[in-house]
């Protein structure tokens, strides 16, 4: 299988065919890396590792009553009013 090298603004661009990028889930706007072998150059996706998201037990695990603080929102106006 074989691509073609692109110009791109003042730079070059490698076209992936949709086989490879499929199989290698490469993604518009992934980083890949570049390493010079004997034989070429070696090119191979960047994994980054994305930053997870506690869950809410997690978030709450330090929680104490003192970091709450009453809010006065005021009177009820409008539709807003609740009966």
């Known amino acids: 299988m074989s691509t073609k ?5 003042n730079s ?5 065919p949709h086989e490879l990028a499929k199989k290698y ?5 992934a980083k890949v890396a570049f390493t010079e072998t004997q034989k070429g150059v070696l ?3 960047v ?3 994305t930053r997870r998201l ?11 009553p003192e970091m709450m603080e009453r809010v ?5 106006v409008g539709k807003e009013i609740i009966r």
Do not use: H, Q, Y
């Open 54 to 64: 506690p869950t809410l037990r997690e978030a709450m695990a330090n929680f104490i």
């Open 43 to 45: 090119v191979s996706a």
């Open 25 to 29: 889930r490469f993604r518009d706007g």
């Open 72 to 76: 006065d929102w005021g009177s009820d």
């Open 12 to 16: 070059l661009a490698l076209r992936i």
């Open 47 to 49: 994994v980054e590792t």
């Open 5 to 9: 090298v692109t110009k791109w603004g």
